[in-house]
């Protein structure tokens, strides 16, 4: 059976991997650290590791993806994109009125990891201006706490799943300011998923460090993709953590990299000065496709 690390149950890795793999026997085990998920497949504890890369409203998580860059080196596997639907979750008999309407004047503390707030801040703004707001290592841990402080009046953004395990009501849901709110999920791991073949987009994630004292080292980087028609989907600088000023350049590019033209693109660049890493080469589903074929 294979074995996924992935953060606390609850959390929208767990209902994403649960989309992912519908009624495929796997083995979660949670960790309460995403360090400790990538380390578990790094250790070799698990066969792969579930990590939350991009978000509709936030952009990149930047802290796992130095954690993909710098700290271990365990290729992506597959990409998938799930819908990251955020919830108010708190005791209903806590938080109402004399008339069983809920009152927000109420909530004095509200709990959830910091991309789950940031991705409901309209709503919290909107009813709670006055509540206190408390970053936490995930969703699951900010319902957990709620679960084990009762008459504090706290509340936490998180998932329908989290509410049922912690035995929680769901106080408002879908509370996030944009319903296209979407998260890019990656499956890191030393081997190819066996699984999941049909109905993907090949990728191929690269690092680019440029050249010293190289002007137009970026451009011809580009060019090399561009008269080869190689698409990218994304490109983003991130710092190399040697020197101030000292960028590497992610790339996703829409081939695999056994691709004809991708493997001569990756030749070019290194001829011109460049470093080039594979992070990995992979099937990357869309939301449209699982949402039709795999169900939970």
């Avoid at 271990?72 to 938080?95: K, T």
């Avoid at 707001?133 to 995930?138: T, Y």
């Avoid at 991130?238 to 493997?263: E, H, I, N, Q």
């Amino acid at each position: 059976m294979i074995r996924i690390a992935l953060l606390p149950e609850g959390t929208v890795s767990h209902e994403a991997v649960l989309r992912l793999f519908g009624d495929e026997p796997v083995e979660l085990l949670h960790y309460k650290q995403i360090s400790d998920v990538f380390l578990a497949t790094e250790k070799g504890l698990t066969d792969y590791s579930v990590i939350p890369m991009e978000n509709t409203i936030e952009g990149s998580v930047s802290l796992h993806m130095d954690w993909l860059v710098h700290e271990v080196d365990v290729p992506m596997q597959v990409e998938w994109v799930y819908p990251s639907i955020q919830n108010l979750i708190g005791r209903r008999s806590e938080l109402v009125d004399a008339d069983g309407e809920m009152d927000y004047s109420k909530v004095s503390r509200v709990l959830s990891h910091p991309v789950a707030m940031a991705q409901c801040m309209k709503f919290l703004k909107a009813h709670m201006p006055h509540a206190e707001l408390e970053n936490v290592g995930s969703t699951a841990e900010a319902v957990e706490l709620v679960k084990h402080n009762p008459g504090e009046g706290w509340a936490a953004i998180g998932t329908t799943i989290g509410a049922r395990r912690h035995g929680l009501d769901v106080l408002a849901s879908k509370v996030t300011d944009h319903d296209n709110n979407y998260t890019r999920f990656v499956l890191i791991g030393p081997k190819p998923l066996p699984v999941l073949e049909e109905g993907a987009q090949m990728k191929t994630s690269i690092l680019v460090t440029l050249p010293e004292d190289f002007p137009g080292a970026l451009h011809q980087v580009l060019s090399a993709f561009a008269w080869r028609k190689l698409n990218l989907s994304r490109i983003e600088s991130r710092p190399t953590k040697k020197r101030l000023g000292s960028y590497y350049f992610y790339m996703d590019v829409l081939a695999a990299l056994d691709a004809v033209l991708l493997p001569s693109a990756i030749e070019e660049i290194e001829a011109l000065g460049c470093q080039v890493r594979v992070l990995g080469s992979y099937p990357s589903f869309s939301s449209k496709v699982l949402n039709s074929e795999v169900q939970y």
